[in-house]
């Protein structure tokens, strides 16, 4: 096993459960019926954009595990 995959797991099990989690809620937004189709897109843009921010920290943050920069105060 790869000396950094023990610390890039507990990062993507959150990172999944975050969007399985937002997506979930985007997913049973839509089967509401009683909503307008507008008023359903745009109340589903927040959670759309945290998962895309999530996914874009984990990409981040598996960058800099594997680069070795493992404590980010180092640099403050």
Not at 46 to 54: D, F, K, Q, R
């Amino acid at each position: 096993m790869h000396a950094h995959f023990k610390k890039m797991i507990a990062p993507v099990i959150i990172t999944v459960i975050a969007v399985l989690t937002l997506g979930g809620w985007v997913l049973g937004w839509f089967l509401i019926d009683e909503i307008s189709v507008f008023a359903k897109c745009l109340t589903a843009l927040i959670p759309l954009a945290l998962i895309g921010v999530s996914i874009f920290v984990l990409v981040e943050r598996i960058q800099e595990i594997r680069s070795g920069e493992e404590d980010d105060l180092s640099n403050y």
